[in-house]
């Protein structure tokens, strides 16, 4: 099998393999899948996808036809919003091949962290992405055919398995692997010993910044990115 860049020949193959793989991995109607198809992965959309510079496309090809692909765009943040495989090669480990060769496309690109995408009621894709490591870390409505899904948003990042931190006065903090969902990545209580039973404050896994306090409701705020957490209590000013 090999798995290169996509080229403006295999569009029709890649519109075939997401159709496939939408029917096989959601419970919806074929209308809804016709528009998610035409919305997603069309003509234009695809055509789009493959001339943009900030868009990677890499499909898998076995016996000279496209099995499986990616589609990602390219920043800051990699962000994977399509991973397809064909119904009748998947147990094969394609799917995670091409995550892996995503992952190191993006890297070179100059994405320093990682994110997938998927509907909620995909219950394998949801499994797959925290099979390779990946940690729910928010959601967000998007239409398609007229019907509001859920997608959740996955993130793999270079800090997910950091132990300690370190303070601009040289301080070592220690954190704790639990985390609470942001509006742009999570945040970790840190403490100020190995033990982890005197609290510093929370750290900001979306831009390694520190918040050593929360609002009366449980709210939190990155003063350097402006991450903001959900509320403990109900909030309806946060509405």
Excluded at 143 to 168: C, H, L, P, W
Excluded at 200 to 219: E, K, V
Excluded at 221 to 226: H, K, L, Q, R
Aim: charged content about 25%.
């Amino acid at each position: 099998m090999e798995i290169r860049e996509a080229n403006a020949t295999d569009q029709d193959e890649i519109t075939e393999v997401a159709r496939q793989s939408l029917q096989a991995s959601y419970a919806l109607s074929p209308a809804i899948i016709d528009e998610a198809v035409t919305q997603w992965h069309g003509d234009e959309a695809s055509t789009a996808a493959l001339e943009r510079s900030d868009r990677l496309v890499l499909v898998a090809v076995r016996d000279d036809d496209v099995v499986g692909f990616t589609e990602s765009t390219v920043g800051t943040y990699g962000d994977i919003h399509w991973l397809h495989v064909a119904p009748a090669d998947r147990g094969r480990g394609i799917g995670s091949e091409l995550f892996e060769r995503t992952l190191t496309a993006l890297q070179e690109r100059g994405a320093k962290r990682l994110r997938g995408r998927v509907l909620n009621v995909n219950a394998e894709g949801n499994a797959f992405y925290e099979r390779h490591g990946l940690r729910r870390v928010d959601a967000r409505q998007v239409n398609v055919g007229g019907r509001s899904f859920v997608e959740n948003i996955y993130a793999k990042m270079a800090d997910a398995k950091r132990e300690t931190v370190t303070t601009q006065a040289g301080e070592q903090l220690y954190v704790a692997p639990d985390h609470d969902l942001g509006s742009n990545g999570v945040f970790q209580a840190v403490y100020t010993d190995p033990e982890r039973t005197e609290q510093y404050g929370y750290y900001c896994a979306r831009c390694d910044g520190l918040a050593t306090a929360m609002d009366a409701m449980g709210r939190l705020e990155c003063a350097d990115c402006g991450n903001v957490s959900k509320p403990a209590r109900w909030d309806a000013a946060y509405l």
